[in-house]
């Protein structure tokens, strides 16, 4: 009996094994970019893949060792020069000296995109992988619309569906191409930092920079992806086609807690908080002890990593660092580097930190942050109030809407100082409005029909089975002057003004035949 029951479990495990990779596929993933933020995202889309069997190729732009990449059923290949793994002392510095205005923003990352795009499919690596004989893929993953649109050539190289992936929320180009209503009235720019209720001078200020964004990505980052295109697949179609036409699906970091009220097309998928492991892991033992026995609770400072707090000009440091000195609570300092001497005796520094796991430990009172996305979903998962002081990019908008959600003291940088300092940490910590607030999201946030990863590999396992076609809304196809009802208003207005005309011109032929008539009985009379 024992020995059939294990012959039985052995041909059900084969036969599961069989059957998986009957059905497993072979995913090209490409993600060039150093930011560790990206790959964090996108590396819980991939692992979730490679567990259900998928094989992944992973392009990425993190330097080799780095322990953000999954290895499971999976294949790196790293571009070395989108990856380097350290940054001069200069770059370090310019972070907390960021001048670039809004749009001189989007077109940097509009050179920076492409400059990727060329680095990786100039790679010998990369071309030696996707150059084999025989080389096949059943789908391409790729940070399309952080402008990197160009690799929806593999695509047509491939033959194979194209997923977008994207480690933000929707932006104005991925609604676009998405087919989701882009109505500058009612949708911000999230580098503006708007509400969905805008006055009348923030909608003409966010109608403005909406056309001026789409001239811009339309003439002058097209081009440079198009370029990119036909040096690496001569022939292809235009780079907006295959947009149009091979773009299947579009994966976004979103969650609805955390951007304003927006319809979404099908073939847009949210995966907000995939990063956040389901289980917690133990903390190291003597960070353990440091949060336990912290009566009055702890304050966790973290810039991410690109803003490291010793390279920060020094009048802002110090106002940190003695607003900080002067709590009550533990402070725990992301510090990265050589500590500097006659630091507070309540402030701990940490070179690294499980975030996370640190972040669900009751004693953590309140979260100092940089206002990342993935920093501010964690802090609503596990329900931690946020001073936010936002330096560049989505930041802005994500610590805005954070405040305005209740959950969030916002900092100026700029106009930073020790009294500020002092009044945001006051706020933070001793107003109970901010916890609650707090609290509320996370019920929010946790309460999901299916957890992001089951989401992301279900959607795109139906398009690997199905095709995206179904998927797809009519007005991604349909011309701008039909989007904005040109033709139909054009057609509107001859139905109304052309019998006005008509009536106009049989008037005008009437009065003039009567005065032509009555003036030879004038000239009679006269005579």
């Not at 995939?274 to 440091?290: A, S, T």
């Not at 920060?312 to 402070?331: Q, T």
């Not at 999201?441 to 029909?449: H, P, T, V």
């Not at 003036?519 to 009679?524: E, L």
Request: a positive charge.
């Amino acid at each position: 009996m024992t020995a059939t029951i294990k012959v039985i479990a052995i041909l059900a495990v084969l036969t599961a094994v069989l059957l998986g990779a009957a059905d497993s596929a072979r995913i090209l993933v490409v993600v060039p970019i150093m930011a560790r933020s990206h790959h964090i995202a996108i590396s819980g889309v991939t692992k979730a893949l490679a567990e259900k069997g998928h094989h992944i190729t992973y392009v990425s732009g993190l330097a080799k060792g780095n322990k953000i990449n999954p290895t499971h059923n999976h294949k790196l290949i790293h571009v070395a020069g989108s990856g380097k793994s350290t940054r001069t002392k200069a770059e370090l510095k310019g972070f907390w000296e960021n001048k670039r205005g809004t749009l001189d923003m989007v077109t940097f990352l509009m050179k920076w995109g492409a400059r990727m795009c060329n680095e990786t499919m100039s790679n010998p690596d990369v071309q030696a992988e996707l150059n084999k004989p025989g080389q096949k893929y059943d789908l391409v993953i790729a940070e399309l619309f952080f402008f990197q649109e160009a690799f929806v050539g593999l695509g047509h190289q491939f033959n194979v569906p194209v997923v977008a992936i994207n480690p933000f929320g929707a932006s104005q180009f991925i609604n676009e191409h998405a087919g989701n209503p882009v109505n500058p009235a009612w949708v911000p720019s999230p580098f503006l930092g708007f509400s969905d209720r805008m006055t009348f001078f923030e909608r003409a200020i966010n109608t403005l920079f909406h056309v001026v964004t789409d001239l811009s990505y339309t003439f002058i980052n097209l081009p440079k992806q198009q370029e990119i295109v036909d040096r690496y697949w001569p022939g292809a179609p235009p780079v907006d086609d295959m947009l149009r036409s091979n773009l299947a699906l579009t994966v976004i970091n979103n969650h609805f807690t955390l951007v304003y009220p927006m319809p979404m097309a099908p073939n847009v998928v949210e995966i907000g908080g995939i990063h956040i492991p389901q289980k917690r892991n133990p903390l190291p033992k003597d960070l353990q002890e440091f949060l336990d026995s912290a009566k009055e609770g702890v304050l966790y400072f973290s810039m991410g990593s690109n803003l490291k707090v010793q390279y920060m000009p020094e009048d802002k440091k110090d106002a940190i660092l003695g607003g900080l000195g002067a709590l009550k609570e533990r402070v725990l300092l992301k510090w990265d580097g050589e500590v500097p001497k006659g630091l507070p005796p309540n402030i701990r520094t940490i070179e690294w930190a499980p975030q996370s796991d640190l972040l669900a430990h009751p004693n953590i009172r309140a979260f100092w942050t940089h206002g990342g996305l993935l920093s501010t979903q964690e802090s609503v998962y596990f329900g931690v109030p946020l001073l936010g002081m936002p330096m560049f990019g989505d930041q802005q908008f994500n610590m805005m809407l954070a405040e305005r959600k209740g959950f969030c003291v916002k900092l100026d940088f700029e106009t930073m100082t020790r009294a500020s300092v002092d009044a945001a940490l006051d706020e933070i910590l001793h107003n109970p409005k901010y916890k609650k607030a707090a609290s509320k999201l996370s019920g929010i946030f946790r309460s999901k029909a299916v957890q992001p990863a089951e989401a992301a590999v279900f959607s795109i396992e139906h398009v690997l089975e199905h095709g995206a076609d179904h998927l797809k809304p009519s007005n991604v196809f349909m011309p701008l002057y039909q989007l904005l009802l040109l033709d139909v208003i054009l057609a509107g207005a001859a139905v109304v003004l052309l019998p006005l005309l008509l009536l106009w011109a049989c008037c005008r032929a009437l009065c003039g035949g009567k005065k032509a008539a009555s003036s030879p009985s004038k000239r009679k009379k006269n005579n």
